[in-house]
């Protein structure tokens, strides 16, 4: 039973899939509104700037996933490259990440089931849509992944009818009347710091690039990781820019909007009319349940990884199923955990997401250059300063600014949840009299599969 394994069967475009199934692209309509007051009108130039980060921490990622390319991502490099201890905290960090979204899935599918049954019970919705997330994620990442791929191309498709509606109204006089225009990414009444909130704002976007290292076990080849974060990265960043960009174009201000907390039903409404808006709004329900199943089957291989290093139970954290491959004991606590989805707000969970991902983020920079620089020693030429020194402290620094702009709420909450995992720590290594179970990587465990 120990040697059982995780199944490869990812290709490429698969775990691509599931990373920007996990991004939800029409989350650049949800919280158009939010954004565009935030930034007075230029939520494009705010996904530029998170993009750029973003793509500093995506060189990150791709560097540490040829070194460990095994499922713990930024829990497993810190751990490897730093301290079993600092890991443990950085994977703790996470997990309220990433435990978290699964669950804001399904609160965003009870929202959109209430308001179209609201005589249904709402818990009714939440217990049907985390039993059919987790029986796929139970039984096969195959299916799972096909699933979710072809949610994505229902997604991409109906984002590109928008695109289609929104250049036709745009030639109507809608809005700025005009696609070429720089409005939307410059104005005299923009601020830095607006610009930098509304970043930290949609950072939240872009998680999911790094949950695909969680699927470094599951690639047919390990070598495609580094490119399917990449490709994850500018392809997910590429339509939010597009999408912002034209949203921008089409509403220069929120002024139009009834809701502001939530304008993707509007801005179909207003691009398409009433059908196209009914359509749009079925997009958005794939989007949830697509995100649901990455994010769901993600921290499912987060929990598993630190199982199998000995830092959780093992018995239960580290199990793999002998027939179907995953870490199905695992895959049913995301569930239950899911399934207090039917009664807290989404604007409770949410907000402490950030918190987790940007340790991530920052602690994966930093193990580039633990590892690169203090342990291997490979700063003897320029290119290896810029590639495993400056290019790293960069990703850190800009990092760090979306720290500083971070929501008090967001950096209250977590900080308790990392205080808690640290007592945690303290209980398991008797104050640091024991270690935490060291995880040697094993490549043969890596070249087994079906």
């Given at each position: 039973m120990e040697n059982v394994t995780l199944k490869r069967s990812l290709?490429?475009?698969a775990i691509v899939g599931l990373g920007l199934g996990y991004m939800t692209p029409t989350t650049v309509f949800d919280t158009f509104g939010i954004v565009?007051?935030?930034?007075?009108?230029?939520?494009?130039?705010?996904?530029?700037?998170?993009?750029?980060?973003?793509?500093?921490?995506a060189i990150s990622y791709g560097k540490m996933v040829k070194e460990f390319p095994s499922a713990g991502s930024a829990y497993t490099y810190t751990r490897e490259t730093m301290s079993p201890y600092l890991g443990f905290l950085v994977g703790w960090s996470a997990l309220l990440d990433y435990i978290l979204l699964p669950m804001v899935n399904a609160l965003i599918i009870r929202i959109y089931m209430e308001s179209v049954f609201p005589a249904v019970p709402a818990w009714v919705w939440v217990i049907l849509y985390v039993a059919v997330v987790t029986a796929f994620n139970y039984f096969s990442m195959g299916k799972t992944s096909s699933f979710n791929s072809l949610l994505v191309i229902f997604e991409v498709v109906l984002i590109g009818a928008f695109i289609v509606l929104g250049v036709v109204q745009l030639y109507h006089g809608m809005g700025q009347?005009?696609?070429?225009?720089?409005?939307?990414?410059?104005?005299?009444?923009?601020?830095?710091?607006?610009?930098?909130?509304?970043?930290?704002?949609?950072?939240?976007?872009?998680?999911?690039?790094d949950a695909v290292t969680m699927y470094a076990e599951e690639a047919i080849d390990s070598k495609i990781m580094p490119k399917a974060i990449m490709l994850t990265v500018l392809i997910g960043g590429g339509i939010f820019f597009v999408c912002a960009y034209l949203a921008q174009s089409l509403f220069p201000t929120v002024a139009h909007f009834k809701v502001t907390d939530d304008t993707l039903p509007e801005v179909g409404l207003y691009v398409g009319g009433s059908i196209f808006k009914i359509v749009f709004l079925s997009g958005a329900f794939a989007a949830a349940v697509a995100s649901g199943l990455a994010s769901h089957s993600s921290v499912a291989r987060l929990l598993y990884v630190m199982g199998r290093n000995g830092v959780l139970p093992k018995k239960v954290f580290g199990y793999v199923h002998p027939k179907y491959r995953t870490p199905t004991f695992n895959v049913v606590i995301v569930g239950l955990v899911s399934l207090l989805a039917i009664t807290p707000s989404l604007e409770l969970i949410s907000s402490f997401i950030n918190f987790g991902a940007l340790i991530a983020f920052t602690f994966v920079n930093l193990s580039v250059i633990a590892h690169f620089i203090f342990r291997q020693k490979r700063y003897k030429t320029t290119k290896e300063i810029f590639s495993y020194l400056i290019m790293p402290i960069?990703?850190?620094?800009?990092?760090?600014?979306?720290w500083a702009n971070l929501h008090v709420d967001a950096l209250?909450?977590?900080?308790?949840?990392?205080?808690?995992?640290?007592?945690?720590?303290?209980?398991?290594?008797?104050?640091?009299?024991?270690?935490?179970?060291?995880?040697?990587?094993?490549?043969?465990d890596q070249s087994s599969s079906i």
């Open positions: 290709g490429l475009w565009s007051n935030e930034t007075n009108g230029v939520v494009p130039l705010a996904y530029i700037v998170s993009l750029v980060v973003m793509l500093f921490t009347g005009s696609l070429l225009t720089t409005k939307p990414l410059f104005h005299s009444d923009i601020q830095l710091g607006h610009i930098l909130t509304g970043a930290t704002i949609v950072c939240f976007s872009f998680i999911g690039f960069l990703g850190a620094g800009l990092t760090g600014i979306l209250i909450g977590g900080l308790v949840w990392a205080s808690i995992g640290f007592i945690y720590m303290l209980f398991q290594t008797k104050f640091f009299k024991l270690k935490i179970a060291d995880f040697a990587f094993d490549e043969a």
